[in-house]
C-alpha cells in the first residue's frame, strides 16, 4: 500500500539545517509508520482483516473491469486451541508469526495473505482462476501438514470471484 503524501518542501527559511524540515520529516515518517501498522498484523507481519476488506473491494472492482479472476483462499489452523492449552500461548504466537512467514515466502508478491483473526488467515489471489488456487491450496496443504508433531496442521477452504452473476 503506496503512501499519500506530498513531495517533500524545501526549508521555508532557505537553511540546510532546517528544523522545520526536519520536523517535517520526522512527522512524515511517524505517519509513514502509522499507516503500516493500521493495516498490519502485528504478531504476523500479514496484512489485517482492515487491509483484507479494502484489498478485496480492490480486487472485486479490477475483475469486474478486466474479467480476470480473484481466487480467495481460507486457511485456518487445525485444533489451535490445543496448541496454545498443551505447549501455552507464547508458543502458540511463535507458530503463528512463523506461518506468517511461510505465507509471505510461498506466495506471489502480487498475492495478498491476510490474518483474518484468532487462526483463520485469507489469501487474496489476483488473476487468479480456481483450478490455479487449488493448486496452491493443496501444495500449502501438504508443506504445512507435514511438519510432524507438535506442529500445526491446517485446513483450507477455496473460492473464485469471476464478477458474473450466477
Known amino acids: 500500500m503506496q503512501s499519500m503524501l ?15 524540515l526536519a520536523e517535517v520529516l520526522h ?4 505517519c509513514r509508520r502509522l499507516q503500516e501498522l493500521s493495516h498490519t498484523d502485528p504478531l504476523t507481519g500479514l496484512y489485517n482483516r482492515r487491509a483484507l476488506l479494502k484489498a478485496l ?4 472492482e479490477r475483475t ?3 474479467g ?4 480467495l483462499v481460507m486457511l485456518d489452523l487445525d485444533h489451535f486451541k490445543q496448541i496454545n492449552d498443551i505447549y501455552g500461548h507464547e508458543y502458540g504466537d511463535e507458530v503463528l508469526r512463523r506461518l506468517g512467514k511461510f505465507l509471505k515466502k510461498n506466495m506471489r ?7 483474518y483473526g484468532g487462526e483463520e488467515f485469507v489469501l487474496v ?3 487468479t482462476r480456481l ?9 500449502l496443504r501438504q508443506a504445512l501438514n507435514s511438519g510432524g508433531p507438535g506442529q500445526p496442521t491446517a485446513s483450507f477452504g477455496v473460492t473464485a470471484y469471476t464478477g458474473k452473476e450466477e
Open 125 to 127: 489471489l489476483p488473476g
Open 6 to 20: 506530498p513531495p517533500l518542501p524545501e526549508c521555508p527559511a532557505g537553511r540546510e539545517d532546517c528544523p522545520v
Open 131 to 139: 483450478p490455479q488456487a487449488v493448486r496452491l491450496a493443496e501444495r
Open 68 to 71: 480476470l479472476p480473484t481466487s
Open 109 to 115: 508478491k502480487l498475492d495478498i495473505p491476510c490474518r
Open 57 to 60: 473491494e480492490h480486487e472485486m
Open 64 to 66: 469486474r473491469r478486466t
Open 27 to 30: 512527522l512524515r515518517e511517524e
